[in-house]
């Protein structure tokens, strides 16, 4: 299959469970066939932060430009799990499901 | 990066996930129509900002009372608003119609021509911070969320929470802006700045909606008020 070398991710992102929040943006930018996708905090939780957060997620990627846009999912779903224990990240990774 | 940062960061190459661990699969969803909620507000918002090229900043009072049991809930629970339809309308008309439903929302385009809402009374004190300098490194410059962070991570933003009794929350994940030539992005550093004007710009770079919400009660560990600050919208590598 040939993807596009460079377009718009969209990451849909359900919340499974836990107390922490999620980044909930829009399509984002790529090129290069590179989409980076981030997972644990932005910045280093204070000390006295514990909790977790757990996600079902895809990715739509749209290709083309103005007038004539075209998108295709990315045919794997993943789970996406943080784990902070009083401000240190135990657990930060993406598996598929 | 210049800040202490701890990024996790999984690249997709090929469109393929590489990640590690092993998770339980059986999880229920316990917020699921109030993240379809949040999820539907946030892309109508950025609907609106690229169809009327006006940026679009929300601050909203969160009901942080409902805490699931002894765990502190970081989430700061956005609003129970269901956007109504808006088509045909724009800037901060297509606003209005957007929230007519909902209650205790305000909506204006202020002079620099950013439409801001605020769902219910919302504690801004914290925006109001003075910062000195605020260095972005390449990074920051190109991400909306890293530029945020980089923010949270000043010395007079940590100073201005401990005297106001707030707390950020841990704000996890989302897709990463590539940095390059041609791209939107920020100055390297900005001088003499309230954080407040630094949302402003990072709304006009990228059209927004920048995220601001609240709690209306201390229920962070050690009685802080809880707030969280993150950009919703779309990055699309293009002058917004």
């Known amino acids: ?97 | 990066m210049k800040i202490s940062q701890k990024l996790f960061c999984v690249v997709v190459s090929s469109f393929t996930l590489i990640g590690s661990g092993l998770l339980n699969a059986h999880s229920q969803s316990v917020d699921g129509a109030t993240e379809r909620q949040e999820n539907a507000v946030l892309q109508s918002l950025r609907e609106v900002a690229w169809a009327s090229h006006k940026p679009i900043q929300l601050y909203y009072c969160a009901d942080c009372t409902a805490t699931k049991g002894s765990m502190v809930d970081y989430s700061v629970p956005f609003p129970s608003i269901t956007p109504a339809h808006s088509e045909g309308q724009t800037g901060v008309s297509a606003v209005q119609q957007m929230f007519k439903n909902a209650p205790h929302v305000s909506i204006a385009e202020d002079s620099g021509g950013i439409i801001k809402i605020h769902v219910g009374k919302v504690a801004e004190e914290v925006l109001e911070t003075k910062l000195s300098v605020l260095a972005f490194d390449r990074d920051q410059q190109y991400d909306p969320n890293l530029a945020i962070a980089a923010i949270e991570n000043t010395r007079e933003m940590n100073a201005a929470m401990t005297s106001l009794g707030m707390a950020s929350v841990p704000i996890l994940g989302g897709l990463v802006a590539p940095r390059g030539r041609n791209l939107p992005h920020l100055p390297g550093s900005l001088r003499s700045v309230t954080v407040d004007q630094v949302l402003d710009l990072i709304a006009k770079t990228w059209g927004g909606p920048v995220v601001y919400g609240a709690c209306d009660a201390a229920t962070g560990k050690n009685g802080a008020k809880l707030f969280a600050l993150w950009y919703g919208g779309a990055v699309l590598g293009t002058r917004f």
């Open chain 1, 1 to 97: 299959m040939t993807y596009s070398e460079k377009g718009w991710a969209e990451e849909h992102v359900e919340k499974i469970s836990g107390n922490l929040r999620l980044a909930t943006s829009g399509p984002e930018f790529f090129r290069n066939g590179d989409i980076i996708d981030r997972v644990g905090p932005l910045i280093r939780p204070g000390k006295d932060v514990s909790g977790d957060l757990v996600t079902r997620q895809t990715y739509r990627i749209y290709y083309g430009f103005p007038g004539e846009v075209h998108y295709y999912n990315i045919p794997q779903t993943f789970r996406q799990h943080t784990h902070i224990e009083n401000g240190n990240v135990t657990a930060a990774d993406v598996i598929p499901w």
